[in-house]
């Protein structure tokens, strides 16, 4: 057995024609063909051969009766995929040809342009669903930048052009089969040595196109699981861009409050990191801590301060305005709560809310974008040149 | 496509007209030839295109499926719609009279 060689489709199956015209002249270059598919075709490497090719589309799958007839014919099975089948013949041998009427080869292919056109209807509803629902989970949302940092918002809009190249992929394919019977049915026979090349180039840089989009599509869900990881914050000094409780806190007996460990993760002092496309450095950071011996000042129970910080690196910085006016949507709860534009020399823009015990503090600095909130009793403005060099420091 | 009536192919025309004598697909390529005078020479993907039509209109059936090879027959459907053809075709020939001069 020669070598097997394997090719790209390329070309719509249903493009009979152009297959058949494509076979032939793979067979006299010395390929012929072994198997073909969707998507790969595959040839036997051997002597160059004058061959003709015939797909023929069967509704019902051959008999060996039937398969024997062909043979006599001439013509001899070579592989098959769904309901094509393709036969073969020595150029020079004087087979009978497969077809003889066109108009009876066209009424075979009732079914399939019927299979095809519901395949568009369905497919039809199903965009449409699938366009509503993305488009209304961007339009109907408070806070779309937000949403579209931290959700899979590449792989969405990926997803929507490789949606709209397989909704074109099925609409050719009818096109083409509706075509292919119509000229059939006027009694026009298949032109077996149609031009393939034209389709093929077509056909190769579309596929070029959209086939690293669709591997990216089902790529970027497992980097984004295998990127993101929780663990327990270090006591100890971090390279983190957070405030650290003990800088705000200036009692020496502040201690860390620990609360649910699962997956050996303390939840109450957890760092959790992720990424997307848009934001490859996202953080999520967590300390609690508690002082023993001192109350709340509504006696409400021991003083048990806490500070959660959200930090991202954004690819874009120019969405870093955004995401902050999305930040403070969010998490500013009261519709009271005034929102402060603080002037600040080392932030690109700051915000501060203070509601209570409740502070927080909205900035962002070129593309990083961080939100502290911190519960407890201690002025929050006095870290912020700390909480500047630190997001300077982790740029670099 | 069912067949409602109506011109028929040439195709469809001549294996009903050799199904009238049930036979197996092996043979009904020569049927055919003799049968039309060896004006016809039908291609084997056209002949079962059109046995696997035929069958599923009723107006075939199989007689006989050893396993090996099936027996076609022309059912009485098909015999009507072969005969109704078969004076559709007559009236056109008694039309075209005009034309021997």
């Known amino acids: 057995m020669g070598k097997i060689v394997k090719r790209l489709m390329l070309d719509d199956i249903y493009a009979i024609g152009r297959n058949e015209s494509w076979f032939s002249g793979m067979a006299s270059k010395g390929l012929h063909l072994k198997k073909f598919g969707r998507l790969f075709v595959y040839f036997e490497k051997g002597e160059p051969k004058e061959t003709k090719y015939r797909i023929d589309y069967l509704k019902e799958a051959p008999s060996q009766e039937q398969l024997d007839v062909y043979q006599d014919c001439g013509w001899n099975f070579i592989a098959k995929s769904g309901l094509f089948y393709v036969f073969s013949a020595d150029e020079k041998s004087c087979a009978t040809e497969l077809h003889t009427d066109p108009i009876e080869q066209g009424f075979s292919l009732t079914e399939l342009n019927k299979k095809l056109r519901n395949n568009i209807i369905i497919l039809s509803i199903a965009m449409l669903l699938f366009l509503g629902i993305m488009i209304s989970v961007y339009y109907f949302n408070d806070e779309p930048f937000l949403f579209m940092i931290k959700g899979q918002f590449v792989q969405q809009i990926l997803l929507v052009i490789v949606e709209l190249y397989v909704f074109y992929s099925v609409i050719r394919n009818y096109k083409v089969v509706r075509d292919l019977k119509q000229s059939l049915l006027q009694g026009k026979e298949i032109n077996h040595n149609e031009d393939y090349r034209k389709a093929r180039l077509l056909g190769g840089i579309l596929a070029g196109i959209f086939l690293p989009l669709a591997f990216c599509t089902i790529i970027i869900p497992f980097v984004d699981i295998a990127k993101s990881k929780d663990y327990t914050l270090p006591e100890g000094n971090t390279n983190l861009p957070i405030i650290r409780l003990a800088e705000i806190e200036k009692d020496p007996n502040l201690m860390r409050e620990t609360s649910y460990n699962g997956n050996n993760v303390d939840w109450a002092n957890r760092v959790s990191f992720n990424w997307s496309l848009l934001a490859p450095v996202q953080y999520e950071i967590n300390e609690h801590g508690i002082v023993n011996g001192e109350m709340w000042g509504d006696k409400s129970g021991v003083y048990s301060p806490s500070i959660t910080t959200r930090y991202y690196k954004l690819t874009f910085g120019n969405m870093a305005d955004n995401l902050t006016l999305d930040l403070i949507n969010r998490y500013v709860w009261r519709d009271n709560a005034e929102v402060k534009d603080v002037n600040h020399p080392e932030f690109d823009k700051l915000y501060m809310a203070e509601d209570g015990i409740r502070k927080q503090i909205f900035a962002y600095l070129d593309n990083q974008v961080i939100h502290v909130t911190y519960y407890g009793k201690e002025r929050i403005e006095d870290v912020l040149p700390q909480l500047a060099q630190k997001m300077i420091f982790y740029q670099e | ?101």
Do not use: C, F, W
């Not at chain 2, 049927?31 to 060896?38: F, H, K, L, P, Y």
């Not at chain 2, 027959?73 to 719609?81: N, P, Y």
């Not at chain 2, 005969?83 to 034309?99: H, P, S, V």
């Open chain 2, 1 to 101: 496509m069912s067949y409602l009536g109506g011109p028929m192919t040439e195709a469809m025309y001549y294996i009903l007209l050799a199904l009238v004598n049930p036979n197996h697909g092996y043979q009904l390529m020569a049927a055919i030839e003799q049968v039309s005078n060896e004006r016809i020479k039908m291609g084997p993907g056209t002949l079962y295109g059109v046995l696997t039509r035929l069958q599923k209109d009723n107006l075939i059936e199989i007689l006989n499926d050893d396993g090996r090879r099936k027996t076609y027959a022309i059912t009485e459907e098909g015999r009507a719609a072969l005969k109704a053809e078969y004076e559709r075709l007559k009236d056109m020939i008694q039309d075209g009279r005009i034309l021997e001069g």
